[in-house]
């Protein structure tokens, strides 16, 4: 089974702009909520989370070296943790506009599914 690619947050954000995603208040409030507290936990932490972009203190030896630079080539690169959280980072933001947008697409699509259900009562 084949794995299924997350939308990006521009993606997301265009889709709610087109009226393809909608998100009652409720939902979205809550989703909004949970994204802005990973965004608040990266930055309380991220003077800290730098340090596994450095090499870690070992000893001189050549083993110790080259593991110290693995460690950080691992942690800097395109699938490392530093580079997961950074692009997290500046993408969950975008997502929350994106749920905001959702948020009023929802409460337009409710408010057009009223009028037409308040109209086909009164032809009815």
Sequence with gaps: MQARRAL???????LATNGGFAVDETT???MIQS???IIDS???????LQAFG???????GPAAEFVSQHMVRTATDDKG??????????EL???IEAIKLAK???QSQDGDTGTTLRTYNAEG
């Design 93 to 95: 933001p975008t997502y």
């Design 54 to 60: 450095q090499a870690p203190p070992m000893s001189t």
């Design 8 to 14: 990006s947050g521009v993606e997301l954000k265009t």
């Design 42 to 48: 990266l930055e309380s932490r991220w003077s800290k």
């Design 35 to 37: 994204l802005q507290g």
């Design 28 to 30: 979205g409030d809550k």
């Design 104 to 106: 009023k697409n929802y």
């Design 81 to 90: 943790l530093l580079t997961q959280l950074q692009q997290a980072r500046s």
